[in-house]
């Protein structure tokens, strides 16, 4: 009996945390995503009639499906990205962990920030990108990159994202890719297998779970993205760049509709979660 009162001891604080941080503030948006509620009104219970209008909501579904084309988008790119430069950058030499340093420095950089200057570096009149594109002659004239037509700008966002994130998923991928004992690699030599021989069919389904990992850190990140779209494109043209986050921002806010940004929320969690069951699901099949 003993025992168990000093486990629960040491387990305590992690369980008021999880409670006052994560189980309190769930039950409260929920019990929010059940009222009309606004800053300036006193809340009035609805039922699921905020459920109703968010899957009758035109926007919704455009921000919804414009966060997944994103996704879609910059997730394989950080992913296969991530594990050819870990490929190249796992063997232990000077040159190689300088080499890490300098692609995982934009990781350290605050989002806001990153965003700020990749906003400047796509700008119509003094931007970097444009001038080196017009110097090699490429484009005849400046390119309007934000907030003018919806697939530059997802395409220029999913560049500057690329370039601060790809480096955290390359520092997994080296680790994952070190762990792999020098014996299994020595005997694939033997074997003669090939460069990419022993990569396909020895480092990378030894390293999958890291992978699962990455790729579902990746997609998290990108379903909630909100910093980048708001500096850098506000969710023009016509709120087409808009992404869930920044849509539940608009209505909880600007708008004053708590209890329906709470709904949005709700269908946005439920959404991360399903990709997390996937995650969990595939994880156990590659130990399988």
Do not use: C
């Amino acid at each position: 009996m003993r025992n168990r009162w000093v486990g629960l001891a040491y387990v305590a604080p992690a369980l008021a945390f999880v409670l006052v941080f994560t189980v309190y503030p769930l039950g409260r948006m929920i019990w929010m995503s059940l009222h009309q509620w606004s800053l300036i009104s006193a809340p009035r219970w609805i039922g699921l009639d905020n459920y109703r209008q968010a899957f009758a909501d035109r926007q919704f579904w455009v921000s919804f499906l414009f966060t997944l084309k994103y996704t879609l988008l910059v997730t394989p790119v950080l992913i296969v990205g991530g594990y050819l430069l870990a490929l190249l950058t796992a063997p232990a030499s000077r040159m190689r962990a300088v080499t890490r340093t300098v692609v995982f420095a934009p990781v350290v950089i605050g989002l806001g920030v990153s965003s700020l200057l990749w906003y400047w570096l796509f700008s119509t009149d003094f931007g970097v990108v444009n001038r080196i594109l017009l110097d090699l002659g490429v484009v005849d004239h400046p390119v309007l990159w934000l907030g003018v037509d919806a697939d530059t700008s997802n395409f220029a966002i999913s560049a500057s994202v690329v370039w601060k994130v790809i480096g955290f998923g390359m520092i997994l991928f080296v680790g994952a890719i070190q762990a792999v004992p020098s014996e299994i690699t020595e005997a694939s030599l033997v074997d003669g297998a090939g460069y990419w021989q022993r990569v396909s069919r020895v480092l990378l389904p030894l390293t999958m779970r890291t992978v699962l990992l990455v790729t579902l850190i990746s997609v998290i990140g990108s379903l909630l993205a909100f910093d980048q779209f708001y500096i850098m494109t506000a969710g023009q043209p016509q709120n087409e760049t808009a992404t869930s986050v920044f849509f539940v921002y608009l209505n909880s806010f600007p708008y004053l509709k708590l209890g329906y940004g709470a709904a949005l929320s709700l269908v946005l969690a439920v959404t991360i979660l399903a990709f997390t069951v996937v995650q969990l699901v595939l994880t156990r099949r590659s130990e399988s």
